[in-house]
């Protein structure tokens, strides 16, 4: 007598069951399951991946039974365990960030997701954790933040913005700095017509003829002075004006980078000094004419 039965879902269930086990076992994504119960002490670890073992030091033995509490310090972040409490209470998913702890007490700034998983009758009996060490990631995020912070507040103090052209699109971006000396807000027109619209009317056919003989087609960097009208209030500035044309392989230009600072008061003082030499000298020469008309015979003297 032969029996026979058609096993073919329970194979094709057990190669997915294996699959995802692979995958959770190679992934560098810390996996952690525990159970629901969410009554304190809090829910039980009943599962831990390779990749959570080595981004916090403990190994499966370490964690078994024990709730994720093991890896919070003094700087985890209680608004943020509330959050995540609240969510898990209603059967939410819940994401956020908080400082963590590895084994050897080492911080670390941990990513997480936290899903609910449900039986067929929609019962959770489960949370799973994906975690993601960010660490390096965040430094580097502070890091920048701090390099624009240095270098926003040189701007301020050297009068100094910057700006970036796309040639195509005639399009440029302007820093925050550069929208204050140029008096543009937001909402100004940030195209070539727009730009030479705040160029001094007396000054814009020399700046033509320069960016189009010297920067374009002699490819030369730009670096002239210059006069604006600020166009919030109509004020006339100088500026001295800094910037690098990019070009492709054909000699086309593509991009220009570079920076604009207001020089007036080192202009109007130039211009001062300027005054007082021929002033000076004014002076001198009427001195030397009343010596000679005084005295035209220097025998006599």
Excluded at 125 to 132: D, K, P, S
Excluded at 287 to 296: E, G, K, L, Q, V
């Amino acid at each position: 007598i032969w029996t026979f039965r058609d096993i073919t879902e329970r194979k094709r269930t057990e190669e997915l069951l294996r699959l995802l086990g692979s995958a959770v076992d190679q992934t560098k994504e810390s996996i952690v399951i525990t159970d629901a119960q969410l009554d304190l002490p809090g829910p039980k670890i009943i599962f831990v991946n390779p990749a959570f073992t080595k981004m916090t030091g403990y190994n499966e033995a370490d964690v078994l039974g024990k709730t994720p509490r093991i890896l919070q310090g003094p700087r985890t972040d209680k608004a943020v365990l509330a959050r995540l409490r609240e969510n898990l209470e209603r059967g939410r998913v819940f994401e956020g960030q908080a400082v963590n702890y590895r084994k050897d007490g080492t911080e670390f700034i941990l990513e997480w997701q936290i899903a609910p998983l449900r039986n067929v009758g929609g019962t959770i009996t489960h949370f799973v954790a994906v975690q993601r060490d960010i660490t390096a990631r965040k430094l580097a995020e502070e890091a920048l933040q701090e390099s624009e912070a240095t270098l926003q507040e040189s701007q301020v103090i050297a009068n100094l913005g910057s700006y970036a052209l796309d040639v195509a699109s005639g399009i440029w971006r302007s820093s925050e700095v550069l929208n204050q000396l140029l008096g543009i807000d937001a909402a100004y027109e940030r195209s070539v017509a727009g730009w030479f619209d705040l160029i001094h009317p007396d000054n814009r056919a020399m700046m033509t003829a320069y960016f189009n003989d010297e920067v374009l087609d002699q490819h030369r960097p730009f670096n002239k002075e210059y006069r604006i009208l600020r166009h919030n209030d109509g004020a006339e500035r100088w500026v001295h004006g800094l910037g690098k044309l990019e070009f492709d392989d054909q000699g086309r230009p593509l991009k220009m980078i570079g920076t604009i600072q207001d020089i007036t008061e080192r202009k109007l003082a130039e211009a001062a000094l300027l005054e007082s030499d021929e002033k000076f000298h004014q002076l001198a020469d009427n001195i030397t004419d009343a010596f000679w008309i005084r005295s035209p015979d220097l025998s006599q003297v």
